[in-house]
């Protein structure tokens, strides 16, 4: 089984700073794809970010960044130069197998605060 | 282009009611997911289809919940008949079977209270 892990409940960071948060995923199959998703505070959901399981080279995206390390089964997501904007609960989300056609499973979610 | 619409955006019901919620997915995608989000349980999978074929509804609380997707432009979650505990956020998503990647973009929620 699947199983996704954001160990920070909540984070804060100070405007202009840099921010990692934590993720954490469990599978055994070798095909998967791991996602950052963005919520701000009127409920959308965002998609930010994939790394694919075979991917080389950790995904960036503008000031995403995923670092992703695979032997230790961890996919963080970098903010850089945080904005007040940013503050959000962030999911991080994971399906297995190469293609669109399978659900993702999600992390409970971390909330980042930006102070000003 | 249009992202995936979700109608209503808030529905205020009493218990005993029939609800539908309603999704198009965005042109072109060939899979669809129903999310809820509740603060006890998190973003958890109702059901989800490929090529508007109901693949998994494990995630189907109970009998009282159906889900249809009669095309690929649309498809309906319904609820019949609600009780309190189905209040939630209720997301409709899509994406792209062959995408390498298989981003899903979710429409903006149903928010369902159930009085």
């Known amino acids: 089984a699947q199983k996704i892990t954001q160990t920070q409940p909540g984070m804060f960071v100070q405007e202009k700073e840099a921010v990692t948060l934590d993720c954490t995923y469990d599978t055994s199959d070798p095909s998967y794809g791991l996602f950052w998703y963005k919520q701000p505070s009127s409920g959308e959901m965002i998609f930010l970010i994939y790394?694919?399981?075979?991917?080389?080279q950790n995904a960036t995206e503008g000031r995403y960044s995923l670092n992703f390390q695979k032997a230790r089964k961890s996919a963080n997501l970098v903010i850089s130069a945080s904005q007040l904007g940013d503050s959000a609960m962030y999911f991080c989300a994971m399906r297995e197998g190469n293609s669109g056609n399978t659900p993702l499973v999600f992390g409970k979610g971390t909330r980042l605060s930006v102070i000003a | 282009d249009a992202g995936v619409i979700q109608s209503p955006r808030h529905e205020v019901t009493e218990m005993g009611q029939e609800v539908t919620l309603r999704c198009k997915p965005i042109s072109g995608h060939n899979s669809l997911f129903w999310y809820r989000q509740t603060m006890m349980r998190g973003l958890e999978l109702l059901i989800y289809?490929?090529?508007?074929?109901?693949?998994?509804d494990s995630g189907m609380p109970e009998d009282r919940f159906s889900a249809k997707m009669p095309n690929a432009s649309f498809s309906t979650l319904k609820i019949q008949p609600s009780e309190p505990r189905d209040s939630a956020v209720y997301f409709c998503?899509?994406?792209?079977?062959?995408?390498?990647?298989?981003?899903?973009?979710f429409g903006p929620g149903t928010r369902l209270l159930v009085l």
């Open positions: 289809f490929n090529n508007n074929v109901p693949i998994d």
């Open positions: 998503a899509s994406s792209l079977i062959s995408s390498g990647r298989g981003a899903q973009y």
């Open positions: 790394q694919g399981s075979y991917d080389q």
